[in-house]
């Protein structure tokens, strides 16, 4: 290496940390600069929620209906819940009307049954119907025509419309009650009026029902044959809470 190259290769290092080290000190002027920086606390800044709930009768209600078979045979065992839900489907779908009474399968299942030593020793499965809509005496009527099945359980809930409608309701008496209270406060602490910073939305529902059997003995079943299945609604309860934070003006 020459001595003119030695010269040229100790300039250029020279110049790398040069620049590494204004970097390095731009850096830190501009990092303890920032941490000088300090945003300023609003003032007169208020934190205030305000509820609303509505109560309403549930309008639609599920009734489930169900059977189980066993046997020695996997197939017969099948057909058997086969035929048990087509008959029972023949009944349903002959009353059937939408958003009144609307009828769908449910489980269906077939497992096989072991012995003490871990073999097959027979099989067993059931099989679900399900009754659906607004108009409960035609949906317990219904169901106390279908002689092959029999029911496991209700439940009552607002339907989709109902449940659309009332949390709309609800959230408005919210939003007019949170805004109520953001005059009320204003007003108290001697301000002409306020604006909105802040605000969340957070909804939740309960449904109060009736004592409801969950099973009915196949005995029960046959003794009232043709009888509706005594049902009651109960009602639910949509709560909308409304919170946030209001500058005072």
């Known amino acids: 290496m020459t001595l003119s190259s030695s010269r040229r290769l100790s300039s250029s290092s020279s110049s790398r940390f040069l620049l590494s080290s204004v970097l ?11 941490a000088q920086v300090t945003v300023p606390v609003p003032a007169n800044v208020v934190n205030i929620a305000a509820s609303g709930f509505l109560e ?25 819940l086969k035929q048990a839900l087509d008959a029972a489907l023949a009944v349903a779908r002959a009353n059937a009307k939408p958003q009144q009474l609307e009828v769908r399968t449910g489980q269906f299942s077939l497992y096989p049954r072991y012995s003490s030593n871990g073999k097959i020793n027979g099989w067993q499965g059931s099989t679900e119907l399900v009754l659906e809509g607004r108009d409960f005496a035609l949906i317990s009527a219904t169901a106390g025509k279908i002689q092959t099945l029999t029911m496991s359980g209700t439940s009552f809930s607002l339907s989709r419309d109902a449940r659309r409608k009332l949390e709309s309701d609800v959230q408005a008496l919210a939003i007019e009650r949170f805004k109520a209270r953001a005059d009320e406060v204003s007003k108290g602490f001697g301000f002409a ?20 059997p969950r099973a009915m003995a196949m005995e029960a079943k046959a003794a ?20 946030g934070s209001i500058q005072l003006r």
């Open 24 to 34: 390095a000190l731009g850096l830190g002027f501009s990092a303890s600069a920032m």
């Open 56 to 80: 309403v009768p549930q309008d639609w209600l599920s009734m489930s209906l169900n059977t189980t078979r066993e046997g020695s045979d996997a197939v017969t065992v099948q057909n058997q």
């Open 224 to 243: 009232m044959s043709d009888a509706p299945v005594p049902v009651e609604a109960g009602k639910s309860t949509v709560n909308v809470t409304v919170s």
């Open 193 to 212: 009026g306020y604006t909105l910073r802040e605000v969340s939305v957070s909804s939740a529902d309960q449904d109060v029902r009736p004592f409801q």
